[in-house]
């Protein structure tokens, strides 16, 4: 295999953060409009601000580069219904993903992208040693109170979708695991940053729920959605490695271990780790190309993430196995893309690279000590 070369996963990373970092603040989840993106991908030219960006600007912080400032102030003057909207129970969340100039682009409520924008702010505080500056300190009230209001104690009070963007629940109808567990940690990295004793509560309320009810004895697994109408959805799902890192909450190791291995089982591949099973979503055009079996490649983002997750569970050499994984296909231009294809006939082209990637690459070299 090829010598890793960390500063050269810096500097490409750093590169790619900067390409996608538009002279408004908006950062987009990939630099479509740069020379080097294929063309034959997807347009990612579009902002999601509290997931996307709350890892990226976080990993930003480990390259030496802080841009906290233009992003916040894009979600505080742009993001639409953000600062203020004329429907309050809008007021301070975050939807699926936005135009570059704050609108919405489609109204699904994400609100694991508020959790994840808090845990980044509070990641910086606690990584610089510095206090919050007034924007940071605007930004953390409105996203935390903005959950506390939607939050009833055993549900979210509207409906809400996942990070995948391929399922949600009204409510009544389920929680879901990983958005509630980010929502979670946000609200207790913000009870860290700002007296107000409701995000202590509400975050310990999250959390009681979830120990109470987020495990499935038959399984041996984690559901990705549990109570409610619609029940205990217990599916292997990659991003749960996430209730490892950094959405830790308290769960019981076991479950958290036993939660992986299930992973490992059923959704490792030769090329890294899929999302779930039978996932077939790929990045590409789509409509009016031909597909080879329209099967998803690997995430590199989930493979750094089980890397994390394994080092963070004690299994140091696992976590080396799937951060060489991703650099053993990455090409020498270090870009790192969304998904690695092993299942098509051809080479199959899809988003190259992702800004999300290069940011769970960049903590996962973190996290094994590879970064000085």
């Known amino acids: 295999m090829k010598k890793f070369d960390i500063e050269k996963l810096k500097q490409v990373s750093l590169q790619v953060f900067e390409d996608s970092l538009l002279p408004n603040g908006a950062l987009v989840a990939a630099p ?3 020379d080097y993106y294929p063309k034959e991908a997807t347009n990612y030219m579009y902002v999601w601000p509290g997931r996307d960006g709350g890892f990226a600007l976080a990993a930003m912080l480990l390259a030496g580069k802080d841009y906290y400032q233009p992003v916040l102030r ?33 109204h699904y409520l994400q609100p694991d992208q508020n ?10 505080k606690e990584f610089t040693k510095k206090s919050l500056t007034a924007l940071e300190k605007k930004v953390v009230i409105k996203a935390a109170d903005a959950l506390v209001r939607i939050w009833d ?5 509207l409906p809400i979708e996942d990070l995948w963007e391929e399922r949600g ?6 929680v879901l695991t990983y958005s509630l567990a980010a929502c979670a940690t946000g609200l207790e990295s913000a009870a860290k940053m700002i007296s107000n004793k409701d995000y202590k509560k509400v975050s310990e309320s999250m959390k009681s729920v979830m120990h109470h009810y987020c495990w499935d004895d038959k399984e041996g697994l984690i559901p990705r959605r549990f109570e409610g109408s619609l029940g205990c959805e217990s599916v292997p799902d990659a991003s749960l490695a996430g209730l490892v890192w950094p959405f830790n909450i308290g769960f019981n190791p076991d479950h958290l271990k036993r939660s992986i291995m299930r992973f490992e089982k059923e959704l490792l591949s030769e090329h890294g780790f899929h999302r779930y099973p039978q996932d077939q ?9 031909n597909h080879d079996n329209d099967q998803a490649g690997a995430w590199t983002l989930l493979t750094f993430w089980m890397s994390i997750a394994c080092h963070e569970l004690g299994d140091k050499k696992k ?4 951060f060489n994984l991703v650099f053993k296909y990455v090409d020498d231009d270090y870009l790192i893309p969304e998904q690695l294809f092993c299942c098509h006939a051809v080479p199959w082209i899809g988003v190259k690279p992702l800004v999300w990637s290069h940011a769970m690459a960049l903590f996962a070299a973190w996290k094994l000590g590879k970064l000085a």
């Open 32 to 34: 479509t409009h740069q």
């Open 74 to 106: 894009w979600i505080w003057d742009r993001a639409e219904d953000f600062q203020h909207s004329e429907d309050k129970s809008h007021e301070g969340l975050l939807f699926r993903n936005y135009y570059l100039n704050g609108r919405i682009y489609l």
């Open 115 to 124: 959790g994840t924008l808090l845990w980044s702010i509070g990641f910086k």
């Open 153 to 157: 104690g055993e549900k979210f009070t």
């Open 169 to 174: 629940t009204r409510p009544g109808q389920g």
């Open 281 to 289: 979503y790929e990045g590409s055009l789509g409509d009016g190309h």
């Open 319 to 322: 976590a080396e196995e799937y």
